[in-house]
């Protein structure tokens, strides 16, 4: 029943800039932390941005200047703001949550959004 769903993926050339959505919805009691993630062909799974429930954020050195992850709690939805974008942030950008229920919590996983960036 509960869904991240991920949107604002796309296209774009060297120095370009994109932001991605990602709404959770069923059930949740509260969001504990929510990121994003990135996986390129053949390498592994890397953080890229998270924000924890007290607002606290967390970005990858690689990322650092150029992305903010932000939140609208009213939404339960956050986002990713990447600003200069070059080759190297190409890949497949999973929205990743933590959310409370009554009694547990989980981690969740969106489907993905592909990001292209070409020189």
């Known amino acids: 029943q509960v869904q991240l769903v991920e949107s604002g993926g796309g296209s774009v050339q060297t120095g370009g800039s994109l932001k991605l959505s990602c709404a959770a919805s069923?059930?949740?009691?509260?969001?504990?932390?929510m990121g994003w993630y990135r996986q390129a062909p053949g390498k592994q799974r890397e953080l890229v941005a998270r924000?924890?429930?007290?607002?606290?954020?967390n970005d990858a050195d690689a990322v650092k200047g150029r992305f903010t992850i932000s939140r609208d709690n009213a939404k339960n939805t956050v986002y990713l703001q990447m600003n200069s974008l070059q080759p190297e942030d190409t890949g497949v950008y999973y929205c990743?949550?933590?959310?409370?229920?009554?009694?547990?919590?989980?981690?969740?996983w969106g489907q993905g959004t592909q990001v292209t960036v070409s020189s």
């Open positions: 924000i924890t429930s007290g607002g606290t954020t």
């Open positions: 990743y949550a933590n959310l409370g229920f009554i009694g547990r919590s989980a981690d969740y």
């Open positions: 069923g059930g949740i009691f509260s969001i504990n932390a």
